[in-house]
């Protein structure tokens, strides 16, 4: 069944569990990862990112997400992540998306309180909920991350003035794949949840260990996003395939979306764990 987050997180954050956001280009990453949802009868948030929009549309994930989270016997959140800019948040809205983060973490922070405020208005009114970014998580590699961790006051102030239904905090991961273990501030993520009353969000999940995941929810995080090992599951099968003696793409399609299954189901494990 298509819900928006408040559907899946508001419970998640009463409870002390998470909910993984897995972000899919394709429809064997879509199918992989509603076969894991299916079977462990878990609540999953799947969707695409702007970046990943040269892959595959707004308007080619729509088609391919919307009917499937519909006839999905769980709750399935159809989310643009990572919106950057404004077209193409309205655009993943009037498209049916059931949630966006419209991320304006780069900019200063009166205009990223500004420029969310008017967007979570927009969603709100199309009964679409809103993620934001406070403070900045960067690449795996760059700069320290803990230049731009999330203010705790500030975060407080922020939800308040814009009304967003989710907020992504900077406390130590990156995007991508990681060069050296991540160091997470538990302390900052047990302040800042105790200071507001909607879910945190983890973004740069993949790579870090099962007691990271543990200890970052127990503190107060409710929702976490994968994507690169999903996407390097999809790559393994595909090589497996191949060595299996795979020659055309219905021999590798079932290992594809079994690969990417069996690795939605391992995080799934973990994040509905208390």
Same mark, same amino acid.
């Given at each position: ?6 559907? =899946? ?7 002390? $569990?998470? =909910?993984? #956001? @897995? ?15 299916? +079977? ?29 989270? +519909? ?17 193409? %948040? ?6 049916? @998306? ?5 991320? %304006?973490?780069?900019?200063? $922070?009166? /205009? ?8 979570? +208005? ?16 960067? *690449?795996? !590699? ?14 407080? *102030? ?13 406390? !130590?991961?990156?995007?991508?794949? $990681? ?39 127990? %503190? ?13 599951? $999809? ?6 395939? #191949?060595?299996?003696?795979? /020659? %055309? ?14 690795? /939605? ?10």
């Amino acid at each position: 069944m298509l819900v928006n987050m408040n559907d =899946v997180l508001l419970p998640a954050k009463k409870a002390g $569990y998470g =909910v993984g #956001l @897995f972000n899919t280009i394709n429809s064997e990453m879509a199918k992989g990862v509603l076969r894991a949802a299916e +079977k462990l009868q878990s609540p999953v948030i799947i969707g695409t990112a702007e970046v990943l929009l040269p892959l595959a549309s707004l308007e080619e994930i729509a088609d391919m997400l919307l009917p499937m989270a +519909k006839r999905a016997s769980v709750p399935v959140v159809v989310h643009f992540d990572h919106g950057l800019t404004e077209e193409a %948040c309205y655009r993943a809205l009037d498209l049916g @998306f059931s949630s966006i983060m419209y991320d %304006c973490s780069t900019a200063d $922070y009166e /205009t990223n309180l500004k420029k969310v405020k008017e967007m979570a +208005k927009v969603a709100h009114a199309k009964g679409a909920t809103i993620e934001a970014e406070l403070g900045h998580v960067g *690449e795996a !590699g760059g700069e320290d991350p803990s230049a731009f961790y999330t203010d705790p006051q500030q975060a407080k *102030e922020f939800v308040s003035n814009t009304g967003v239904d989710a907020l992504a905090i900077a406390v !130590g991961t990156a995007h991508g794949a $990681y060069k050296f273990p991540p160091k997470l501030d538990f302390e900052r993520i047990q302040t800042i949840a105790s200071l507001l009353p909607i879910p945190l969000v983890l973004h740069g999940g993949s790579g870090l260990t099962n007691a990271d995941f543990q200890k970052a929810i127990q %503190c107060g995080i409710s929702k976490i996003n994968i994507f690169t090992d999903i996407n390097q599951a $999809y790559a393994k099968a595909a090589a497996k395939a #191949l060595e299996k003696g795979a /020659t %055309c793409a219905t021999d590798m399609l079932e290992d594809l979306i079994a690969g990417v299954a069996e690795e /939605t189901e391992k995080k799934m494990k973990l994040f509905l764990m208390k």
